[in-house]
């Protein structure tokens, strides 16, 4: 079986920063690009960044600039530095991870649980 387990939401000020972390681990043969998407009350699920296993990142126009994607050297783990937040910003951040599974043996998307993000004075 396949987790992806996501971390490090929370409240903030506007103007603040916050970093969420989301590692994926179990039964992978290969992960190709992990990424985070977010999710406001009333809204579509919208991508915020994703990197690929080459290190090519791709980022919503509403967070370039503010945001940074970054992946570990073993590449099963994808960070989010969110600076200058807006309480637009304010969502459930989900990570997810295109990656082949050993068991079932598959190719798929395997997404985490979500991290509440709030951007609040």
């Known amino acids: 079986q396949v987790q992806v387990v996501e971390s490090g939401g929370g409240l903030v000020q506007p103007g603040g920063s916050l970093r969420l972390s989301c590692k994926a681990s179990?039964?992978?043969?290969?992960?190709?690009?992990m990424g985070w998407y977010r999710q406001a009350p009333g809204k579509q699920r919208e991508l915020v960044a994703d990197i690929s296993s080459a290190g090519t990142t791709k980022y919503a126009d509403s967070v370039k600039g503010r945001f940074t994607i970054s992946r570990d050297s073993a590449g099963n783990t994808v960070y989010l530095q969110m600076n200058s937040l807006k309480p637009e910003d304010t969502a459930v951040y989900y990570c997810?991870?295109?990656?082949?599974?050993?068991?079932?043996?598959?190719?798929?998307?395997?997404w985490g649980q979500g991290t509440q993000v709030t951007v609040s004075s």
């Open positions: 179990g039964t992978i043969f290969s992960i190709y690009t």
């Open positions: 997810n991870a295109d990656l082949y599974s050993n068991y079932p043996p598959r190719r798929g998307d395997y």
